[in-house]
């Protein structure tokens, strides 16, 4: 089993559509990030965080470190929006520096 | 701007060839590290490096070597000992554990 699952592995939405994507993780972690890849390949970090809930723009991240559960959601979708999201973890202890990758989630959004 | 320089984008090596993939960063980080990312797979790490002149093996290194001489840079070498080379790699860097991560555009590699 991975140690960081995400789903849907994917998701169709219409332009405008509220949508959420989950990960869920089984190890400590002392940080979870959002990161998206679009087709070129390359990756852009969205969010990092412990706690809480973050906003940025129409992204909005939230995580449950007791359920260890995190959420990212984007309001009024759009098809620039369309790429894969990635969710990765920090563990915690002495191997902080390696990150946990999910496998991603490939998002398609039509106009 | 600051950030990840990675090339080539595009690099096809004949099998039994060593190669090099080149990833150099603006951002004054402290932590470089290379993934590689596999169809249908979550990216995986290869080798990361904390401060200069020093690097350790990530969960893949086998096949793989790097070095660390300057804080800019940290080519990834890929030899003739790796058995299935083609793949996207891509590098990253971090100011230390737990900051913000910065990432390239990757490389493809192919195997001919």
């Known amino acids: 089993k991975n140690e960081v699952e995400q789903s849907p592995q994917n998701l169709t939405a219409q332009e405008g559509e509220f949508i959420t994507i989950n990960c869920s993780y089984s190890?400590?972690?002392?940080?979870l990030h959002w990161l998206q890849q679009h087709p070129g390949g390359g990756i852009v970090s969205l969010f990092m965080l412990s706690s809480g809930k973050k906003k940025h723009g129409r992204l909005i991240a939230t995580i449950n470190i007791q359920e260890k559960h995190s959420s990212l959601h984007i309001t009024a979708s759009h098809p620039r929006d369309s790429a894969v999201y990635i969710c990765?973890?920090?563990?915690?202890?002495?191997?902080?520096?390696?990150?946990?990758f999910g496998k991603g989630t490939l998002l398609t959004v039509n106009p | 701007d600051g950030g990840i320089t990675q090339s080539p984008k595009y690099l096809f090596r004949k099998e039994g060839q060593n190669v090099t993939l080149s990833c150099e960063q603006n951002?004054?980080?402290?932590?470089m590290y290379w993934y590689r990312q596999d169809p249908g797979q979550g990216l995986r790490l290869i080798y990361y490096s904390q401060i200069v002149n020093d690097f350790q093996k990530g969960d893949i290194a086998e096949g793989y070597s790097v070095s660390r001489e300057k804080k800019e840079s940290f080519p990834l070498t890929v030899t003739s000992a790796q058995k299935n080379p083609t793949a996207f790699y891509l590098c990253?860097?971090?100011?230390?554990?737990?900051?913000?991560?910065?990432f390239g555009s990757g490389t493809r590699l192919t195997v001919v």
């Open positions: 990765a973890v920090s563990p915690s202890g002495g191997s902080n520096y390696k990150l946990t």
């Open positions: 951002l004054n980080h402290d932590a």
């Open positions: 990253a860097s971090s100011q230390w554990a737990n900051y913000g991560y910065t």
């Open positions: 190890v400590g972690i002392s940080a």
